[in-house]
């Protein structure tokens, strides 16, 4: 029933609202990587496909964030660092990632901070924290302990 991915949730049982989840993931396979569950009780006016597009914006805006930090490379990016977040499941937050000494991350999290650097161009940053695992990503973007930046 593709249709009911686009009613509002609070006009659906909460098996059909599972259902429209499963189905909306099964059209969409990067939907597996959110959590719709807390929007959608939060807002019972919305239907799954709309918490879906948000919480895809919500992540592009996060990661075109990330991606300008990671592109830093002088003490601009000096604001307060907001108290790393805990997630129940093995999936790392950004800050997590970045804040944490390299050698304290866990090794799917030390190939997730790799990717994303390397994706982004910092190929410098990486091999400078396997040289120097004590540091985390965001001490050497932020210029902590690195002699020449490109």
Do not use: K
């Not at 879906?52 to 300008?68: I, K, M, P, V």
């Not at 790799?114 to 990486?126: C, N, P, S």
């Amino acid at each position: 029933m593709a249709s009911s991915i686009r009613i509002p949730n609070i006009q659906m049982t909460t098996r059909e609202r599972n259902n429209a989840v499963g189905n909306y993931r099964a059209i969409h396979a990067w939907a597996t990587r959110f959590n719709p569950y807390p929007m959608l009780n939060a807002n019972p006016g919305m239907s799954v496909e709309q918490v879906f597009e948000q919480l895809l914006e919500e992540d592009e805006q996060r990661l075109t964030g990330l991606r300008a930090r990671m592109g830093v490379t002088g003490r601009d990016d000096t604001c307060d660092r907001t108290p790393r977040a805990h997630r129940p499941d093995s999936q790392a937050t950004a800050e997590r990632l970045f804040t944490t000494p390299w050698h304290q991350l866990e090794t799917h999290e030390q190939a997730q901070v790799r990717t994303l650097l390397e994706t982004a161009g910092r190929q410098d940053v990486t091999r400078t924290l396997a040289h120097n695992p004590s540091m985390s990503a965001d001490q050497i973007i932020d210029g902590h302990g690195t002699e020449a930046r490109p």
